[in-house]
T-cell receptor
């Protein structure tokens, strides 16, 4: 699976949009981009995934560049409860696929 | 999303004893389950992948005789840490995936984790 690069940390103000970047320059054509987050001492939580097109759900939006070498997770209105480690993962899908977690980015939402 | 539970949520045991951790998918059938380990301030490390009814596939460096995995049903997988030692103290997390029903295997649903402390 292709590797991803994320800044170690970032912060944003409560109520503002949080834009979390991820680089995956070696992504292959059939690898998906997944985002998970882990709040302290809990199991990871699935956020969103995408292949080529931008995606949006009730939690976040995922913007993937046209060349697919990078993506941005957008939390439109960050709250204090969004403070967590966010993991950007690139992986194939299917029976033999597995998720490889990197170090992630620590998002701190300040009041 | 689907719910995955783990039991116990935490356990303290003496060195040399064995500890069993259960992982259950509560509202879906998990064709594949995964076991991860997370040390403090580190990321999750995949230990093994198990498919219902077959032997688990262990990641390189993970001792299969020490970490016994059983995926006997579509809703239950167990991890047994045999002859636990203080260095096995960690946060153990399972996840489950249903290739058939849920998004074609895109989503893994994670349990809340089990904190193991070996004295």
């Amino acid at each position: 699976d292709a590797k991803t690069t994320q800044p170690p940390s970032m912060d944003c103000a409560e109520g503002r949009a949080a834009n979390l970047p991820c680089n995956h320059s070696t992504i292959s054509g059939n690898e998906y981009v997944y985002w998970y987050r882990q709040i302290h001492s809990q199991g990871p939580q699935y956020i969103i995934h995408g292949l080529k097109n931008n995606e949006t759900n009730e939690m976040a939006s995922l913007i993937i560049t046209e060349d697919r070498k990078s993506s941005t997770l957008i939390l439109p209105h960050a709250t204090l409860r969004d403070t967590a480690v966010y993991y950007c993962i690139v992986s194939f899908t299917g029976a033999n696929s597995k998720l490889t977690f990197g170090k992630g980015i620590t998002l701190s939402v300040r009041p | 999303g689907a719910v995955v539970s783990q039991h116990p949520s935490w356990v303290i045991c003496k060195s040399g004893t064995s500890v069993k951790i259960e992982c259950r998918s509560l509202d879906f059938q998990a064709t594949t389950m995964f076991w991860y380990r997370q040390f403090p301030k580190q990321s999750l490390m995949l230990m093994a992948t198990s498919n219902e009814g077959s032997k688990a596939t262990y990641e390189q460096g993970v001792e299969k005789d020490k970490f016994l995995i059983n995926h006997a049903s579509l809703t239950l997988s167990t991890l047994t840490v045999t002859s636990a030692h203080p260095e096995d103290s960690s946060f153990y997390i399972c996840s489950a995936r249903d290739l058939v029903r849920r998004g074609g295997g895109h989503e893994q649903f994670f349990g809340p984790g089990t904190r193991l402390t070996v004295l």
